[in-house]
């Protein structure tokens, strides 16, 4: 027995290991750029000033990258395996990342057209993985436990935002924010996922059901066999093959998917939706932009440093409860109640932010609004992750059947990187011309995200791939998009006293960690 196999068990931990570690690596660029967007020899290096919008255009542009990053991956990941994208992504990775570590390193001329380039590549790299591992985490698991262990991969995008977060203020704290080492070590300590993670990979299991409707079967019964063993092999197998054949008759292209009046038109828009909604919720601009928040309601530099990492630890426990919950009382129930108390949260901001601006004025004690607004940020901080973070990304893998489930996440992705680059473009912007009033702004989104959500967002929990696409079949005969006049509104909630016994087709699954 090898040294993995003793300390991790089986491949089916080793594969959720792996999927969490790489939702860490994505979660690690959102942490990095924090402090280091205000590192005054990083703002030097570039030749910016630390209100210069270019800040923003730095940030956001590695967006534009996850954006195409995700079309080419979702491509390779059909036609050569879900493996092999996977490992092209993670090299990409890391020379986009590399490149920026070296961007001015010892000439500043061309360091800010470096950063550019660097931030794209890396954007690519990423947006690929974003694409590519719900979809191999969803095949790879039972409709009961789709959310649960998608919920638990993005508790570990926090852990790398945490840590992203932490290193930069050790370094900023240790060197100082004129220290070029202090904005470069956190970029070059980055490099630890995708070189782990490439070193692992060759120990997962291709998903099977990849091989079944490539027409390689024996192919997929080495990775059945070496997920549950040659007895069970053999009937998985069957079970993947009949799933296939009814399928295989239906050849999706993008066209049937992003125009009106296409085949699937509606779950893009579902999809679609689901990622501008998170995006309105304002947790982009929280998570790159934290300390400027924390600033702005009355806190010193330092402070609103570390607080932004205590707001991080905080969002990293709570979302303990989108793992236990997600599949207990669903994906919508979560996002709806999420939207609407950040939307309060967001308006308490804005008035505790106004009186933090004007305390002098108004002859009001500085901790007197920086305290309460520290703790609705903490909470809408908290109920973004148990609302909004991973449902955006499980429900597409839910909804397409296999012929189009990379297809439907690369889409999730490509509007999930042009919402962030708007978010993170804008939001210097922001803060810069309208201070607490930006806050107001992200009430009333986070007000229609969680009216659409309710409107038109099905519940797919506890549902098989199979059915939730019954859910669009059915929406076409009544002639409507509104869940609620949809088979009298049996999608509004979980599915209630199903037999759930004798599954067959893609509602069997394919791995499931014990105890999920």
């Known amino acids: 027995m090898s040294f993995v196999e003793k300390y991790l068990g089986d491949k089916k931990t080793e594969v959720v290991l792996f999927s969490s570690t790489a939702i860490a690596l994505y979660g690690y660029d959102q942490g990095m750029m924090s402090l280091i967007n205000t590192n005054y020899d990083y703002l030097d290096t570039m030749g910016i000033a630390e209100e210069d919008p270019l800040v923003g255009v730095i940030v956001s542009v590695y967006y534009l990258g996850c954006a195409v990053g995700a079309i080419l991956a979702s491509y390779l990941a059909d036609a050569k395996g879900r493996k092999p994208s996977i490992f092209v992504c993670l090299t990409v990775t890391a020379l986009g990342n590399l490149l920026m570590f070296i961007a001015g390193l010892r000439f500043r001329q061309g360091a800010l057209a470096l950063m550019f380039v660097g931030r794209v590549v890396m954007g690519l790299g990423v947006g690929g993985i974003d694409a590519v591992i719900p979809v191999y985490s969803s095949e790879l698991n039972e409709e009961g436990g789709r959310g649960k262990a998608l919920a638990q991969e993005f508790q570990a995008n926090i852990f790398g935002l945490n840590m992203a977060f932490a290193i930069n203020l050790a370094v900023t704290n240790g060197l100082g924010k004129t220290n070029q080492w202090a904005w470069r070590i956190p970029i070059i300590a980055m490099q630890i996922y995708p070189v782990l993670l490439i070193s692992f990979i060759y120990r997962l299991p291709e998903s099977p059901r990849w091989w079944i409707f490539h027409n390689r079967e024996d192919d997929a019964r080495v990775s059945l066999v070496e997920i549950y063993g040659e007895d069970d092999a053999?009937?998985?197998?069957?079970?993947?093959?009949?799933?296939?054949?009814?399928?295989s008759a239906h050849s999706i292209g993008y066209s049937d998917m992003i125009f009106p009046g296409g085949q699937q038109f509606h779950e893009t828009m579902v999809t679609v939706m689901g990622q501008v909604n998170q995006a309105l919720t304002g947790y982009g601009a929280v998570s790159v932009y934290g300390a400027q928040i924390f600033e702005l309601l009355g806190f010193d530099v330092s402070t609103a440093e570390y607080l932004t990492q205590g707001n991080f630890i905080s969002y990293f426990f709570l979302m303990t409860f989108a793992w236990l919950l997600i599949d207990r009382v669903g994906r919508r129930f979560l996002m709806v109640t999420g939207a609407f108390g950040i939307a309060v949260c967001f308006a308490l901001l804005t008035v505790l932010g106004g009186l933090a601006t004007n305390s002098k004025q108004l002859g009001i004690p500085n901790m007197a609004v920086s305290v309460p607004g520290s703790i609705?940020?903490?909470?809408?901080?908290?109920?973004?992750?148990?609302?909004?973070?991973?449902?955006?990304?499980?429900?597409?893998?839910?909804?397409?059947?296999?012929?189009?489930?990379?297809?439907g996440s690369a889409i999730s992705v490509i509007i999930w990187g042009l919402a962030n680059f708007a978010v993170t473009l804008l939001t210097p912007i922001g803060f810069n011309n309208l201070n607490y009033w930006l806050f107001l702004i992200f009430t009333v989104t986070n007000l229609f995200a969680g009216w659409w959500t309710w409107a038109y967002s099905p519940?797919?929990?506890?549902?098989?791939?199979?059915?939730?696409?019954?859910?669009?079949?059915?929406?076409?005969?009544?002639?409507?998009?509104?869940?609620?006049?949809?088979?009298?509104?049996?999608?509004?909630?979980?599915p209630r006293g199903k037999e759930r016994d004798g599954v067959e087709g893609e509602r069997q699954p394919l791995l499931a960690v014990d105890g999920a």
């Open 376 to 407: 609705a940020l903490f909470v809408a901080t908290g109920l973004f992750g148990i609302g909004w973070l991973a449902q955006v990304w499980l429900i597409p893998t839910e909804i397409y059947p296999s012929t189009s489930r990379a297809q």
């Open 234 to 247: 053999g009937a998985k197998l069957d079970e993947l093959k009949d799933a296939a054949k009814e399928e």
């Open 459 to 494: 519940e797919t929990g506890g549902r098989s791939f199979e059915e939730n696409q019954q859910f669009f079949t059915d929406s076409k005969e009544h002639n409507t998009w509104l869940v609620t006049r949809v088979k009298d509104g049996e999608y509004r909630h979980l």
